[in-house]
Each structure stands twice: as structure tokens, then as C-alpha cells.
């Protein structure tokens, strides 16, 4: 019996310590810091040149071709249309600068 009466104490002290926890995360859209950016040797190949298609809908946006790292050397990503994450967010495209490489991302 001694036994049982302890378990249960002890069942009933660790309650104590399981308290019902609450989080709220606040947030600003649109003003994360840029991708960390990439080390690289050589720059990228010029640009190919494409024309856009129709859009396939309101509200979508243009993002260009370009260039993206992949192991030793760059691989191509044809422009595509695409809907931006949040309102009044716009498409920032990768670039190139001093033998470093930033990739693209929504601001």
C-alpha cells in the first residue's frame, strides 16, 4: 500500500511541473534580411535572352532567368510566372558581386 500511496505523490508532483504552455510569435512581412550569400570562383555566363509569355493570371509576376550555382559549375533557371508570397512584395533577382553569389528572394 505504501507503495502505491508513493507512486501516486510522486505522478502528482511531476503535475506540477506540466503546465500548459502558450506562444505568440510576432512577425514583420517583408523585411527578412537577403539569403546569405554563396562563395563562388568564377561569375556566371551572360544571361540568355527569352520573352516572357502571356501571364496566366491577375496578380502574378515575372521572375527572369538566371544563373544559380550548382556544385562547380552554374546551371540555367528559365523565367517563369509566379504569385509573390504577400502583398506589395516584389522580386529581388540574384546577382554576382565580388566572387560572391545572392541568390533571388521576395522583399
Same mark, same amino acid.
Given at each position: 500500500?505504501?507503495?502505491? !500511496? !508513493?507512486? !501516486?505523490?510522486?505522478?502528482?508532483? #511531476?503535475?506540477?511541473? #506540466? ?9 514583420? @512581412?517583408g523585411y ?10 568564377a561569375p556566371?555566363?551572360?544571361? !540568355?535572352?527569352? /520573352? ?5 493570371? /491577375? #496578380? /502574378? ?11 562547380? @559549375?552554374?546551371?540555367? @533557371? =528559365? #523565367?517563369?510566372?509566379?504569385?509573390? =508570397? *504577400? ?7 540574384? @546577382? ?8 533571388? *528572394?521576395?522583399?
Amino acid at each position: 500500500m505504501k507503495t502505491r !500511496l !508513493l507512486v !501516486l505523490a510522486m505522478m502528482a508532483a #511531476g503535475s506540477m511541473f #506540466g503546465a500548459t504552455r502558450f506562444f505568440v510569435g510576432v512577425g514583420v @512581412r517583408g523585411y527578412w534580411p537577403a539569403p546569405a550569400p554563396v562563395a563562388v570562383y568564377a561569375p556566371p555566363p551572360a544571361p !540568355l535572352v527569352a /520573352y516572357a509569355p502571356p501571364a496566366p493570371g /491577375y #496578380g /502574378y509576376t515575372w521572375v527572369g532567368g538566371y544563373w544559380y550555382p550548382a556544385g562547380a @559549375r552554374y546551371s540555367w @533557371r =528559365p #523565367g517563369y510566372w509566379a504569385r509573390p =508570397p *504577400y502583398a506589395r512584395t516584389y522580386w529581388v533577382a540574384p @546577382r554576382y558581386y565580388g566572387r560572391r553569389y545572392y541568390p533571388g *528572394y521576395w522583399r
